[in-house]
């Protein structure tokens, strides 16, 4: 009986031995790829690269010159039209009236 639980118990360990070096090697190789959730932040984000660091080293940041640098935006020109549409919403609620 005693040499079977032994038995058994080196398979076990040979086994946990086995989930680990197989563990080990994953998490090595994941270290070695770089993060594609990452790469994708970055890509939409650009300041985020700064932050979480990206692979695109190579696109060197140069500092924006006065003509680079847009103006504020021009206003749409249905812009009054939606003003006076939401202040329109906002006078029809009656002050005691409950909504629900």
């Known amino acids: 009986m005693a040499s079977q639980h032994d038995k058994s118990q080196q398979q076990s360990d040979s086994f946990k031995d086995q989930l680990d070096r197989a563990a080990v090697e994953s998490r090595e190789s994941q270290a070695q790829k770089p993060n594609p959730v990452v790469e994708k932040i970055a890509e939409y984000v650009p300041a985020a690269s700064k932050v979480l660091g990206s692979s695109d080293q190579q696109q060197s940041e140069r500092p924006l010159s006065q003509?680079?640098?847009?103006?504020?935006?021009?206003?749409?020109?249905?812009?009054?039209?939606?003003?006076?549409f939401v202040r329109d919403q906002h006078r029809s609620k009656m002050p005691g009236a409950k909504h629900g």
């Not at 003509?67 to 006076?84: A, K, L, M, Q, Y």
């Open 67 to 84: 003509s680079d640098v847009p103006g504020p935006p021009n206003r749409p020109t249905h812009d009054p039209n939606i003003e006076e």
